[in-house]
């Protein structure tokens, strides 16, 4: 049988699903990601999960695995943020070794990437070319998608787009420079914002359901309070949708995309924010580029990775 296996490792999780070919969920696990030991650490969780799936490798035609963080075109998994104790290794040398499976059919790759594979494939990006996708949630990740495939660049880390500048003397990004769009358009980027606009505003209703503390602000509480229609939030709301419309402005004149997927957490407030964004970056990009393109929400969120991983593994071989 054709199957794929798709495995997305997180700082949190190390999800895995077998697919079939027309993009269904076979079967799925998951299991915390090792703080430490390593990759050797990682490869141990991920024999776990083969072993809890009860089906040979044999049945397997190729593996994709994600990474949050660079990988060159080659697989090699350069020290990601968030795992690193791993330092650079050859991740799928390392997996061929281990589960005596050919090296050619393992693919590793960045998992925005991976995301917005699976989004062409078999979400809401339905396969219209150029599709950009944007991930908002811990970062702002990126993926540009030409002809079908990932647009890696000259060494496979294309599409940082999260990393494009919306107001130079912005706040100071995790790249080293200011005003990113990651810098907005995060978790943590829009928690600053939203406590910013609440300094002006004690009488918000955010101030009685965060119980004053910062570390209680998140996107989830603000979009539950913007849709009570506390002013303060829906302030919040409306600059956080001015950025993204820039930013998706930007990318609209760039790549001149047919479709623009948004995903990752902060995309789920969906029409509230999406819908004025799209005004903005209609109205400021290029009028004969912004015609023709359309703006939509993911279709994959929690299982994204896994099926971008998958989707990435069908792309090595020939069925
Ligand atoms: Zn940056």
Redesign the pocket.
Known sequence: MNMFLGIDIGGTYTKAGLLDRDGNILAFAETDTPKTGGVQAEIASISEILDFFEEPLENVKAIGVGIPGPVDYKGVVFSPPNLNHWGKVDLGRLLSEFFHFPAQNIIVGNDANFAGLAEYKFGNGAQQDPMIMITLGTGVGGAIIIDGEIFHGRNGFAGEL??IVLQPDGPR???G?RG?A??FLSHQGIVRIAWEILQKDKGSILWEMIGGEFELLTPKTIQEASNMGDPASCKILDKVSRFLGIFLADLINIFNPQRIVIGGGISKWGKPLIEPAEKVAKKQAMKHIAENVNIVRAKFYQKAGVIGAASAAMSVVDY
């Open positions: 999260g990393h990004c995790g790249c420079r990113c990651e810098s």
